[in-house]
């Protein structure tokens, strides 16, 4: 750990708190710090994910690339990725 000085915004700080649901200064900083991870993680899979749609010679649909997202970060798990998945290729058989 290391321990610096910085000037925070309040209106900020408060507003973190609030969507993080955080009580101190250093939990909430800490909490930011994992959910950007977290975040910058989730971009890395969507744009890992479609690098291989398009080294298959494919092009990601928006549902596709709105689907990835959602799984990124945690929104849906594998089976609803799949069942989506299923179910627009069942609509454009169609």
């Known amino acids: 750990m290391i321990k ?3 000037e ?3 209106e900020k700080l408060g507003r973190v708190r609030e969507i993080l649901g ?4 250093h939990d909430t900083v800490d909490a930011a710090f ?3 991870a977290r975040i910058a993680a989730a971009r890395e899979a969507v744009a890992s994910a479609r690098g291989s749609v398009a080294a298959e010679g494919l092009t ?3 549902a596709f ?3 990835a997202v959602e799984f990124a970060l945690g929104a849906i798990d594998a089976d609803e990725l799949a ?3 299923v ?3 069942r609509k454009q058989a169609e």
């Open 4 to 6: 610096v000085s910085i």
């Open 8 to 10: 925070i915004d309040p």
């Open 22 to 25: 955080t009580d101190s200064v």
């Open 34 to 36: 994992r959910e950007f």
């Open 60 to 62: 990601p649909t928006d």
């Open 65 to 67: 690339m709105w689907d």
């Open 83 to 85: 069942r989506r998945a």
């Open 87 to 89: 179910e627009r290729h």
